[in-house]
């Protein structure tokens, strides 16, 4: 399980996700803490130079 969360995300706070990733039943409970909020992160003006690469990276170590 991947958990993405966002510093100063106010939908989803950042402790909130990670005690969601703390309790899940895979081995596998890695997370990634982008800077912003619950829209920024993912659509915002450096999304695709911060969040992507390190999706991509995290799902190419899954893959092998």
Sequence with gaps: VLTVAASRD????????MGLNAH?????????VIK?????????SKA?????PQLTDWFEKQLN
């Excluded at 695709?48 to 992507?52: A, M, N, W």
């Design 10 to 17: 106010h939908i989803c706070p950042e402790n909130a996700a």
């Design 24 to 32: 899940v039943g895979s081995e596998t409970r890695d997370a990634i």
């Design 36 to 44: 912003g909020g619950h829209v920024g992160a993912v659509v915002g």
């Design 48 to 52: 695709s130079k911060v969040l992507y």
